[in-house]
């Protein structure tokens, strides 16, 4: 297929099964036919339809935007995609409004193409493709695991190659510099549909490196996670195998607290989301070639805590 036509295997077998692929007019549909040299085949691909969701004037917090792609800077409490539940009010349904017209046309469906996505109760940067080419591009780069993400989290406990405990928790290792390594699989958890596990056999390999930047006595840290995969909840899942689970995370953290006595144990407890920012994001622009890379400093939620646990309360 010529490249410029950013047709994705998926879609050509969709195509096919559509029956919008013919070979000397015959059409094929049998998507294990064999091809031979010198073959020709003309292949019938509509204008992108228009998408069903609905177009929202919500506010946006724009970091980098040219006419491909669009670096967002996302709010905790933001949904990326619509689904069951959150219809409106999205990530998706404010890019609408924002791109008008001017979409991709992946997947048969004029529309942004989210290429990752973080968390709702997530705050930080994340990239969106404006056009098909740009899509393709950057999904290349996020399979093939290229694209630099690096996470700022409060964690109870402090992950140090001195603890004896995590010499003992499987999947858990340490590299140069005391980079914390977590290498498992991750699943959907048998029970419980809206959480991920850890297993050893099956489900889909996980990496996370973690660095200690801030000790808080023993009870807490500031730490930079950095995703080598990107796992539905990689990061929450991975950190609360390694029995360092984020502060506020309601659905990995368990009831864990800070001891009574230490600075910041009330708004550690008060704090209601997961203790996370997606702080920097780096790729190849799809389209020129170049390596760029954004930066988002905390929100005031994760600044006033950390102050907090320092003891300063922001002063």
């Not at 502060?247 to 997961?274: C, H, M, N, S, V």
């Not at 760029?292 to 994760?302: G, I, K």
Request: proline share 5%.
């Amino acid at each position: 297929m010529p490249e410029e036509a950013h047709l994705s295997r998926s879609r050509l077998a969709r195509l096919m099964a559509d029956g919008a692929v013919k070979k000397d007019g015959a059409t094929v549909t049998d998507i294990k036919a064999k091809v031979a040299e010198g073959e020709t085949y003309e292949i019938l691909v509509e204008e992108a339809t228009e998408t069903e969701m609905v177009a929202e004037d919500l506010p946006l917090s724009i970091v980098y935007e040219d006419a491909d792609l669009i670096v967002i800077d996302k709010p905790a409490g933001l949904v990326v995609h619509p689904a069951p539940g959150s219809l409106s009010g999205t990530l998706v349904n404010a890019l609408l409004h924002h791109f008008g017209g001017d979409l991709s046309g992946v997947g048969g469906e004029k529309r942004p193409g989210i290429v990752h996505r973080i968390d709702k109760d997530t705050s930080g940067l994340l990239v969106v493709a404006k056009s098909d080419a740009a899509h393709h591009g950057l999904a290349r780069q996020f399979a093939a695991h290229t694209v630099e993400r690096s996470y700022l989290a409060l964690c109870h406990g402090v992950p140090s190659p001195g603890d004896p405990r995590l010499a003992g928790v499987r999947g858990v290792s340490f590299e140069a510099g005391g980079v914390l390594k977590i290498t498992t699989q991750l699943a959907r958890h048998k029970t419980d549909r809206q959480r991920q596990a850890v297993l050893f056999d099956g489900g889909r390999h996980a990496i996370t490196r973690v660095s200690l930047r801030e000790a808080f006595g023993s009870h807490a840290a500031f730490v930079e996670c950095r995703l080598e995969t990107g796992r539905t909840h990689q990061i929450r899942v991975h950190m609360a195998h390694a029995g360092h689970a984020l502060i506020g995370d309601p659905t990995y953290g368990g009831r864990r607290k800070l001891p009574q006595d230490a600075p910041g144990a009330a708004e550690a407890q008060a704090f209601r989301r997961q203790a996370l920012h997606a702080a920097s994001l780096g790729f190849v622009h799809p389209l020129t070639g170049e390596a760029v890379r954004f930066e988002s400093p905390l929100p005031e939620d994760l600044f006033t805590l950390l102050a907090a646990l320092r003891g300063t309360r922001g002063d």
